[in-house]
């Protein structure tokens, strides 16, 4: 059955007690120094629906003071030295495991008894879902077994006021994540009950050991991008003996988790707010086959720059075949592919890969079997474009096609470059979840575009339109190329030169303020130096006049002072 995006409403599955099982499922409970919810657990699993012979328990103890204990019939492994944690001990159960299906459960979790069965009707109608039991939080004083065994679990355990609200809402907001898009559906994944095609868990990489917390939020990313689609099941009843540590201290949870989930879940792009910064798992993984060592430098130059800065770019090319034997280094055939190696051998973002390497996006990551480690888990980008050398792309036109692909939820964006007579040239942005998935379902004799397509829908659009061209004529530049001003850019600069020209004004009004202070200043002396000698000529008529009639001394008339 062929599922789009994430609407898993269209498996026909059966009522629970109305159908023919079949398929073996290993349920895997880590645990630590737990005996008394464990056997719990064991009690609650030894009463299931689902048929006893179908199921088999594996027990990872992970480094308990004191070994474990569990019934007969149930396998308890010591985890392998080496390391510790819950990721590290549902590995080693995964490794165990024989089940078509592992059903990986927290040793706090007492399942209802049609919990295993809720889990794997799904499985039965599809190889590629991962399904996600429902918590009921309780405090309630534990039980016994013999009393899970045997009593009703609504009587066993009260139900705390503590719910998953951020994911109960995320589920509904969504109609059961049916309509959710393909870089949320995984948001959800917590580990504590959730059951995986074992092929599928195994396929994806296992789980990243290095991590201590974290690792299911790590985990649903990766099968997202394997393919998986994720169904959040009411019916798969559980209780979580206590509360978990996300509810008892959600902010020191989250600082500690921040920087890893950071590093591995390029999703969350609001802990990726540094630009400067680079990480374990790219967003984008761009693939560039060697041309001419022009032609693949200007494609790769353009690429790196970017506004997307977690992008990596792996160059494909026939390295091996270059020999250190003496040659004319001018006349060399191979010449070119040394410049596109000596150009980019040593930058951390470009990697150079041999045709016959797992490329990105082309293959499962850890199809081969291989888990358990980050160097086998791998760092798997959920974009990956690939692009002609030869070709430039704008400072957003990465960041404008994964907008698009995510607005439509699409599979892929084939960006038109140009028609030759050859055909049509064009760059492709792929989603490596629909890939893979395409991959998986596609039957011999259909095209894996045809399964994208039906899927999750492959779109056209014009090249030039978002941003790529042809390389200049000369490349590389002598100058240091400018970036392409975005339009944030455009208004700062033209609030700046709206800036400059007011602080002109200002400066001219303040040199005719200063004109003006020094004119008024000029008068001012002027019209004193008037007045002075007003006077002194007044003085000088009334010395005259008085002499003329013969008066020797007078009164001095009323006047501005002198």
Same mark, same amino acid.
């Given at each position: 059955?062929?599922?789009?995006?994430?609407?898993?409403?269209? *498996?026909?599955?059966?009522?629970?007690?109305?159908?023919?099982?079949?398929?073996?499922?290993?349920?895997?409970?880590?645990?630590?120094?737990?005996?008394?919810?464990?056997?719990?657990?064991?009690?609650?699993?030894?009463?299931?629906?689902?048929?006893?012979?179908?199921?088999?328990?594996? &027990?990872?103890?992970?480094?308990? !003071?004191?070994?474990?204990?569990?019934?007969?019939?149930?396998?308890?492994?010591?985890?392998?030295?080496?390391?510790?944690?819950?990721?590290?001990?549902?590995?080693?159960?995964?490794?165990?495991?024989?089940?078509?299906?592992?059903?990986?459960?927290?040793?706090?979790?007492?399942?209802?008894?049609?919990?295993?069965?809720?889990?794997?009707?799904?499985?039965?109608?599809?190889?590629? =879902?991962?399904?996600?039991?429902?918590?009921?939080?309780?405090?309630?004083?534990?039980?016994? !077994?013999?009393?899970?065994?045997?009593?009703?679990?609504?009587?066993?355990?009260?139900?705390?006021?503590?719910?998953?609200?951020?994911?109960?809402?995320?589920?509904?907001?969504?109609?059961?994540?049916?309509?959710?898009?393909?870089?949320?559906?995984?948001?959800?994944?917590?580990?504590?009950?959730?059951?995986?095609?074992?092929?599928?868990?195994?396929?994806?990489?296992? *789980?990243?050991?290095?991590?201590?917390?974290?690792?299911?939020?790590?985990?649903?990313?990766?099968?997202?991008?394997?393919?998986? &689609?994720? =169904?959040?099941? !009411?019916?798969?009843?559980?209780?979580?003996?206590?509360?978990?540590?996300?509810?008892?201290?959600?902010?020191?949870?989250?600082?500690?988790?921040?920087?890893?989930?950071?590093?591995?879940?390029?999703?969350?792009?609001?802990?990726?707010?540094?630009?400067?910064?680079?990480?374990?798992?790219?967003?984008?993984?761009?693939?560039?086959?060697?041309? @001419?060592?022009?032609?693949?430098?200007?494609?790769?130059?353009? *690429?790196?720059?970017?506004?997307?800065?977690?992008?990596? &770019?792996?160059?494909?090319?026939?390295?091996?075949?270059?020999?250190?034997?003496?040659?004319?280094?001018?006349?060399?055939?191979?010449?070119?592919?040394?410049?596109?190696?000596?150009?980019?051998?040593?930058?951390?973002?470009?990697?150079?890969?041999?045709?016959?390497?797992?490329?990105?996006?082309?293959?499962?990551?850890?199809?081969?079997?291989?888990?358990?480690?980050? @160097?086998?888990?791998?760092?798997?980008? !959920?974009?990956?474009?690939?692009?002609?050398?030869?070709?430039?792309?704008?400072?957003?036109?990465?960041?404008?096609?994964?907008?698009?692909?995510?607005?439509?939820?699409?599979?892929?964006?084939?960006?038109?470059?140009?028609?030759?007579?050859?055909?049509?040239?064009?760059?492709? *942005?792929?989603?490596?979840? %629909?890939?893979?998935?395409?991959?998986?379902? %596609?039957?011999?004799?259909?095209?894996?575009?045809? =399964?994208?397509?039906?899927?999750?829908?492959?779109?056209?659009?014009? @090249?030039?339109?978002?941003?790529?061209?042809?390389?200049?004529?000369?490349?590389?530049?002598?100058?240091?190329?400018?970036?392409?001003?975005?339009?944030?850019?455009?208004?700062?600069?033209?609030?700046?030169?709206?800036?400059? %020209?007011?602080?002109?004004?200002?400066?001219?009004?303040?040199?005719?303020?200063?004109?003006?202070?020094?004119?008024?200043?000029?008068?001012?002396?002027?019209?004193?130096?008037?007045?002075?000698?007003?006077?002194?000529?007044?003085?000088?008529?009334?010395?005259?006049?008085?002499?003329?009639?013969?008066?020797?001394?007078?009164?001095?008339?009323?006047?501005?002072?002198?």
């Amino acid at each position: 059955m062929r599922i789009r995006h994430n609407d898993y409403g269209v *498996l026909p599955v059966p009522e629970l007690g109305s159908w023919e099982p079949a398929l073996r499922v290993s349920v895997v409970i880590p645990a630590h120094d737990c005996q008394r919810t464990l056997d719990l657990t064991l009690a609650a699993l030894s009463a299931q629906t689902y048929p006893r012979e179908l199921i088999e328990v594996v &027990v990872v103890d992970d480094g308990s !003071p004191q070994p474990l204990r569990a019934p007969a019939g149930v396998t308890v492994l010591r985890a392998p030295s080496g390391g510790w944690g819950r990721a590290w001990a549902v590995q080693a159960g995964l490794d165990a495991a024989s089940g078509e299906v592992t059903l990986v459960l927290d040793a706090d979790i007492v399942p209802h008894p049609q919990h295993v069965e809720a889990h794997l009707r799904w499985h039965h109608q599809a190889d590629y =879902v991962v399904v996600l039991g429902w918590l009921d939080f309780t405090d309630s004083p534990l039980p016994t !077994p013999e009393e899970v065994a045997r009593k009703p679990y609504d009587e066993l355990f009260r139900l705390a006021p503590q719910r998953h609200d951020w994911a109960e809402a995320l589920i509904e907001a969504h109609d059961g994540l049916r309509k959710a898009p393909s870089s949320l559906a995984g948001h959800v994944h917590v580990g504590a009950s959730a059951s995986y095609p074992t092929w599928l868990l195994r396929a994806a990489g296992g *789980l990243d050991v290095s991590l201590v917390l974290a690792e299911d939020t790590e985990l649903g990313y990766r099968l997202t991008q394997a393919g998986a &689609v994720f =169904v959040p099941d !009411p019916a798969a009843r559980a209780w979580h003996v206590g509360l978990p540590t996300a509810m008892r201290d959600y902010p020191a949870l989250k600082r500690h988790n921040d920087p890893y989930v950071a590093d591995r879940v390029p999703y969350r792009r609001y802990l990726r707010t540094d630009p400067g910064r680079q990480w374990l798992v790219p967003y984008v993984e761009a693939v560039v086959h060697a041309a @001419g060592y022009e032609d693949v430098r200007a494609t790769v130059d353009s *690429l790196l720059a970017s506004s997307v800065p977690d992008l990596r &770019v792996t160059v494909v090319g026939p390295w091996g075949s270059l020999g250190r034997e003496r040659r004319s280094p001018l006349r060399d055939p191979d010449l070119d592919l040394r410049l596109v190696r000596a150009a980019f051998e040593h930058d951390p973002r470009v990697r150079l890969a041999a045709p016959d390497e797992p490329l990105p996006g082309e293959a499962l990551p850890g199809k081969a079997g291989g888990a358990g480690t980050v @160097g086998t888990v791998g760092a798997v980008a !959920p974009f990956v474009l690939r692009c002609p050398a030869g070709w430039t792309a704008g400072a957003d036109t990465v960041a404008r096609l994964v907008e698009r692909l995510e607005e439509t939820d699409g599979g892929v964006l084939c960006a038109v470059l140009e028609e030759t007579r050859e055909g049509v040239m064009t760059a492709r *942005l792929e989603r490596t979840a %629909a890939l893979s998935r395409a991959r998986h379902l %596609a039957q011999p004799d259909e095209h894996v575009d045809d =399964v994208v397509h039906e899927l999750f829908g492959v779109e056209w659009v014009d @090249g030039p339109g978002y941003g790529f061209a042809r390389r200049p004529k000369v490349y590389p530049p002598r100058r240091r190329r400018q970036p392409e001003p975005t339009p944030q850019d455009k208004e700062l600069a033209r609030l700046r030169k709206r800036n400059a %020209a007011l602080q002109a004004e200002v400066a001219r009004l303040r040199r005719e303020a200063a004109k003006g202070k020094r004119d008024t200043e000029r008068w001012r002396a002027k019209a004193e130096n008037w007045r002075r000698e007003a006077v002194r000529r007044e003085r000088t008529v009334f010395r005259r006049a008085a002499r003329k009639i013969g008066l020797t001394s007078f009164v001095r008339r009323p006047g501005p002072s002198s």
